[in-house]
């Protein structure tokens, strides 16, 4: 049963049929009736957009519009413009404004796609693409390049070769099911494929991002509930609410569903200028994803992809949102704040400064309220120098694949084991000269 705030709020749409519970809370009416163009949206919001028409139409052209029925009815007309829910989901003509530093592919997923639908991009976990589609295209989809393009669902052939692909690198302990929205697929697709998941020994964990919580929330059915869980590898799943004014009596609903069926619940933002950027509106969201069992994971800078530098804000908007988080409310409703680095080189986090400077017996720390203290470290530690030799190591590990332990990058250069001192980019000047030497 849909709460009756929104039932109410699905009343007040001028939509063609009497609007009864039963429809209004089946998710694949809401698919079918979808909003993708604007006459439809100006008819059901009872608004008027002439003004700007031309200017919206030619932005659907090149991005195109779809929006749920329920997420349509979250908007306030009044201040449709400056409204939350309207800017994710209507087509802005800034978007057809390309400035410098927009990239077709800021992630390089096409290039880390190892098989289709399948990007590898870090060691031991894979993003696998199950479904091409969304019930609703965010405005700000970081492959908004693709949106739109061929929905559709991946054939069982496709889906195999992801499976193939899976089962094939035994370092892939993590599986992303990503999209498109994985929720587009029904129960028992879901369920054929957690359960393959099930049968590849090195797979432990399955994890599922979907916008359905917030987008379509009756998507969440107990049916699907049954379909996630019950299944042999441990199941995460993150969703996306960047507003407040998102979480409403129905997502709500949905969110203990998920979490009653014993699914480990975390949300990923993404921070956009004119929706959410704004230490107070960000505070109230991670509060309110706490009181509803979901943990905030990630704040994203927005991406570079083409079409969102209105969405774009500075760096330094985000280290405000974070400040005004850490010591401020519950440590674990604060987000880790990361850019997905353009280039594929994946998620980096950002933080505030908390370290004000050290010497070899002291660190001076300042806290969230400007409390400026020192760390007294200890004086007798003796640091191991560890050479990676596991089995003649004091420190009880006891693991069997401990000495297949593969380090790389920075942690590479702190550790004692490899004589590695640097490292250096290819291709430098300097570098060629050496070689020619
Ligand atoms: C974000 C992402 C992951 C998962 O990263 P976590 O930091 O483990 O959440 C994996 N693969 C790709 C390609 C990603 O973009």
Not at 411 to 429: K, M
């Amino acid at each position: 049963m849909a709460p009756d705030k929104d039932l109410a709020r699905a009343q007040a749409l001028a939509l063609d049929e009497d609007i009864e519970m039963s429809k209004w809370t089946d998710w694949k009416w809401h698919i079918r009736n979808s909003v993708r163009d604007i006459d439809t949206f100006e008819r059901l919001l009872g608004v008027d957009l002439s003004e700007y028409r031309s200017q919206f139409d030619e932005t659907v052209k090149t991005f195109p519009m779809s929006i749920t029925p329920y997420y349509l009815s979250l908007m306030e007309r009044d201040d449709l413009y400056n409204d939350p829910i309207f800017r994710q989901a209507f087509p802005s003509p800034h978007e057809l404004e390309l400035s410098n530093e927009d990239l077709e592919d800021p992630l390089s997923e096409d290039v880390d796609s190892s098989v289709p639908g399948i990007t590898h991009r870090y060691p031991d976990r894979v993003l696998y693409t199950v479904a091409n589609t969304c019930s609703m295209y965010c405005r700000h989809c970081t492959r908004k390049r693709k949106v739109g393009d061929q929905d559709y669902l991946p054939s069982q052939e496709q889906l195999d070769l992801g499976l193939e692909y899976i089962r094939e690198h035994p370092e892939i302990r993590d599986v992303l099911l990503s999209g498109g929205d994985p929720f587009m697929l029904s129960d028992e697709a879901l369920d054929s494929i957690l359960a393959q998941l099930d049968d590849i020994p090195h797979v432990e964990v399955v994890r599922i991002g979907s916008r359905m919580p917030v987008v379509l929330p009756y998507r969440v059915t107990k049916g699907l509930a049954e379909a996630l869980s019950g299944h042999k590898k441990a199941l995460w799943l993150n969703t996306h609410f960047n507003h407040p004014r998102e979480i409403t009596p129905s997502s709500r609903r949905a969110l203990a569903t998920l979490a009653d069926a014993g699914i480990p619940l975390g949300n990923q933002s993404v921070l956009l200028a004119g929706v959410n950027d704004c230490p107070r509106i960000m505070r109230t969201l991670v509060q309110k994803l706490v009181a509803n069992r979901v943990r905030p994971y990630y704040l994203y800078q927005c991406d570079l992809s083409q079409g969102l530098s209105h969405f774009r804000t500075p760096v330094s908007k985000g280290i405000e949102i974070i400040e005004n988080l850490i010591g401020h409310t519950s440590g674990f409703a604060v987000p880790t704040y990361v850019i997905d680095a353009p280039g594929g080189g994946g998620k980096i986090p950002v933080m505030p400064n908390y370290v004000l400077s050290w010497s070899p017996t002291k660190v001076i720390l300042r806290n969230y309220e400007g409390v400026i203290t020192t760390y007294r470290q200890p004086s007798d530690y003796k640091s191991d120098f560890c050479t990676g030799d596991c089995q003649g190591c004091d420190l009880q590990l006891k693991l069997e694949d401990a000495e297949e332990y593969n380090c790389v990058g920075i942690a590479n250069l702190l550790g004692e084991h490899d004589p590695a001192i640097s490292l250096v980019p290819e291709g430098t000047e300097r570098m060629e000269r050496r070689k020619d030497a």
